[in-house]
């Protein structure tokens, strides 16, 4: 029995598949895609070309996608970021302008329709959004960045492109404390157990895959609960969470329906009538 690729990572239809899967899947044709930018604060990436349908993941004001399709309103995309694929709204995607030059540093900022806080909000951004830059400013002591589409953002809200929020993201993890659980979510505004780890990591200069049986696949070496340190990952089926030391970890979940801290023995036992116990323990 033949297995096919993973869906959320290889984009493949009986009428079209991307043009690296040729010889793998069938399809009536295969094409290369063209390249689009997001253009909407959060863009929801779902299974299938319908608002009812779940959210699987979520693509970030200024990531890149290739586009495969585009059809009634929804364009079929494979995410430059993660590989994820999967169905945005057309309205979320420009044809791209410049190279993106800054990263939002912070949860959850403001663009501004001027260089000046006072001015009113355009609209907001999440933690790791792409920017590209054309322009900065001072308005009464706080420097503001220029965007290509002429709003500004706080510059002390941003970091350069290749720059990182230094090498500890389970610092990073921590500022989303209280962040609203949102399944499939993947930003400031709301996300998922994969998504903070995989977010968090990012901000640190560091890959992660997106869902969290791939991180469990994957992601560094398999440990032992006795060695569990900071920065260590902990699985259970369909849920993770980072060590923030030895005996506590941070993670987003149903539970509270928010980023929380939480003892992890406790954790373990609350977990347990559900979810069983945890099925490993990595070191990313």
């Not at 939002?104 to 790791?128: E, H, K, M, N, Q």
């Not at 902990?234 to 970890?249: S, Y």
Request: some cysteine; charged content about 25%; hydrophobic content about 40%.
């Amino acid at each position: 029995m033949t297995t096919l690729p993973d869906r959320r990572l290889n984009a493949y239809r009986p009428d079209l598949a991307e043009e690296a899967l040729r010889g793998t899947v069938a399809a009536e044709r295969y094409v290369a895609g063209t390249s689009a930018r997001i253009a909407a604060p959060v863009a929801a990436l779902r299974p299938r070309p319908d608002l009812a349908a779940g959210i699987d993941t979520e693509v970030l004001f200024g990531e890149t996608v290739r586009v495969l399709d585009r059809a009634d309103g929804w364009a079929w995309v494979k995410s430059d970021f993660d590989g994820y694929v999967g169905y945005v709204a057309e309205t979320a995607l420009d044809a791209g302008g410049g190279a993106a030059t800054h990263r939002v540093a912070v949860p959850r900022p403001f663009a501004y329709t001027g260089a000046d806080l006072r001015t009113p909000a355009a609209f907001a951004l999440s933690i790791g959004s792409r920017l590209t830059v054309i322009g900065e400013s001072e308005t009464r002591g706080t420097r503001y960045l220029t965007l290509e589409g002429g709003q500004s953002v706080v510059a002390g809200h941003c970091l350069d492109i290749g720059a990182t929020a230094g090498d500890d993201y389970v610092g990073v993890a921590a500022r989303f404390l209280e962040t609203p659980y949102l399944w499939g979510g993947r930003s400031g505004f709301g996300l998922d157990c994969s998504a903070l780890v995989q977010l968090s990591m990012m901000m640190a200069g560091r890959a992660a895959p997106r869902d969290s049986d791939m991180q469990a696949a994957g992601l560094g070496s398999p440990i032992d609960r006795t060695d569990l340190r900071r920065g260590d990952l902990v699985f259970w089926k369909g849920h993770v969470a980072i060590m923030e030391d030895d005996k506590t970890i941070l993670h987003a979940n149903g539970h509270t329906m928010s980023v929380a801290r939480e003892g992890l023995d406790a954790a373990i036992e609350r977990i347990g009538w559900l979810y069983q116990q945890p099925t490993g323990y990595r070191r990313p």
